[in-house]
Structure formats: C-alpha cells, structure tokens
C-alpha cells in the first residue's frame, strides 16, 4: 500500500473518531456547563458554515455562488439544510442531552437501513441480500439498546428513542436530499452553504443566545471542540479519506464513531453499559460492514 492510500486510511479513521469527541464535548457541556442543544447548534452550525463558505470561495472563487443561479437547486438546497444537516445536527444534540452520546450515535447509524427502505419503498429498487440482513440487524440492535430484549421496561426515555430514531431519519435524508447537487456542485460547497443556511433557520427559531449556560474556559474549550475539530476538521479529513480510498471503505472505517464514544463516555463520564448495550450496539455497527460488503461484491461482479 503506497503512501497516499495510508494517509486517507488515518485520516478516515479521524474523521470518525472526531466526531465522537464532539458529541461527548456536546455531553460535557449539557451536564456540567448548563448549556442545551438550542444554544449549540445553532452557533455551530452557523460558524461552521461560514467558515467552510470562505474556504469554498477560496478555492472556487466566483463558482461559489453559481448555485444560486438555479431556482430548483435553491430550494432543494434549503430543504437539505433544514430537514437534514439542522434537524440531524438538533436531533443528535438533543438526544444526547436526554441519554448520551453513545447510545444515541449507535442508534444514528441504522440510517443506512433507512436508506435501503426508502429505495424500496419510494424507488421500486428490490434490496439485495445484504441490504435485507443489515435492516434486520438495524432493527434487532435499535430494540436490544431499547429494550435489553423486556419491551415492558424501555432503557432510555421514550422522549430520548423518539430523538433519536428522528435523529437517524434525518441523517437519511442528509445523505439523499443533496445528491445531484453534489454531483453537479463540490461537497464542500454544498455542505458549507446547508450548515450557513441551517445555522440561521436554527437562530431565528431557537434564539441560541437565551440557551447559553456557564462561559468559562472549559466550556468555551469544549465548544471550540464540537465547531472545528467535530464539524469541520473532521469533515474535511473524512472526505479527503474518501477522496483517496474510495466512499466503501471510508464508511466503513468512520464506524469508529459509536466505538469512539463508548470508550470516551466510559472514560469521562463513568457512563455505565451492559452487556446487552453492548451486543445491540454491536448489531447496529455491523451493518456498515454487511453493506459494504455488498456493495464491494457488487464492484466485482461489474468488474
């Protein structure tokens, strides 16, 4: 393996792990700073949104803006920062603050499954094999976290479960909502001017300055945290990873996340799981594996 393929093996592998630090700095700031999502995610969004516009500009110059140009790729992209990076962005941070950051992310990552009914339901496209087994592990895993396997007894407030499942919708949505517009514009342009847009829907609805707790270091540390290495640090190192080793394995090595958040809950906040967290957990995280293995067996056949 040559050099450049490490290095956008490392810098998937961050990509992911960095997000998990910025849900469990989001966790800190809701225990212990008195802080809460409408507060967060507005200016997060909002920052980083601006900042990745001016890097966008940068590179692009006046190709910038040419999305603009077209009425439909406005509203598609408007719809984009609204239903799916502000909701997904508010979703995540909510649910943490009513569960944690482990549960919540692991329950984020059945979206691939959701994507796969969405194809089957609104696109008539027959799922393969291994999209039929990751649905049902998705499933199975999202009622063990739940559940641990007593339906009468839910493990995370039912206010937390709904957050969350909203949370992995919208995280669906993200990842099918802008895809021509990504293929006819750059990524960054289009991720940059969704988290801008979203950023100022969320702080006209949600009056963040209201939502502040205790600004001290630490919090503001923490916050500086979840803004740029959790949002644009670590979304740069992702998709330059994928640029290098392809979107399979990317995916696949971004699964870091969940695994991610556990140990640094464990670590920070002596957040305790058991076995059955464990075992739903690790069902939800396999089907990142089981669709990507389909997909690389779909790569071979064609080949």
């Given amino acids: 393996m040559n050099l450049y393929k490490k ?8 990509g992911g792990f960095f997000w998990s630090i910025s849900g469990v700095c989001g ?20 920052i980083s949104g601006v900042v990745l516009v001016i890097y966008s500009m940068l590179v692009w110059k006046k190709s910038t803006f040419i999305i603009f140009k077209n009425p439909k790729d406005t509203i598609t992209l408007i719809g984009f920062a609204i239903f799916g990076v502000a909701l997904c962005q508010y979703t995540y941070f909510k649910g943490i603050s009513y569960s944690n950051t482990a549960i919540v992310t692991a329950i984020q990552y059945i979206s691939p499954a959701l994507i796969v009914l969405y194809l089957l339901i609104f696109k008539s496209k027959k799922p393969t094999v291994y999209e039929v087994v990751a649905v049902i592990l998705a499933v199975m895993g999202t009622y063990i976290l739940s559940t641990h396997l007593d339906p009468a007894k839910l493990q995370i407030s039912p206010l937390a479960l709904f957050i969350s499942l909203v949370s992995a919708v919208s995280v669906a949505i993200y990842a099918i909502l802008p895809e021509k517009l990504i293929i006819k514009y750059s990524v960054i342009n289009v991720t940059g001017f969704g988290m801008l847009i979203g950023g100022i829907v969320m702080c006209i609805i949600c009056s963040p300055w209201k939502h502040i707790g205790d600004v001290n270091i630490k919090s503001i540390s923490a ?14 190192f992702f998709l330059e990873g994928i640029k290098r080793i392809g979107a399979v394995k990317g995916n696949i090595l971004s699964s870091v996340e969940p695994i991610g958040a556990i140990i640094l809950c464990m670590i920070f906040f002596k957040t305790e799981f058991k076995f059955l967290d464990f075992i739903g957990m690790a069902l939800i995280i396999a089907t990142v594996f089981i669709l990507a293995a389909g997909d690389i067996k779909k790569e071979n056949d064609e080949n």
């Fill in 27 to 46: 966790e800190y700031l809701f225990l212990y700073a008195g802080w809460d999502s409408e507060g967060l995610v507005p200016y997060r969004l909002l």
């Fill in 7 to 14: 290095v956008g093996y490392i810098l998937a592998l961050l």
């Fill in 223 to 236: 916050f500086l945290v979840v803004v740029f290495l959790g949002t644009v640090i670590s979304f740069t």
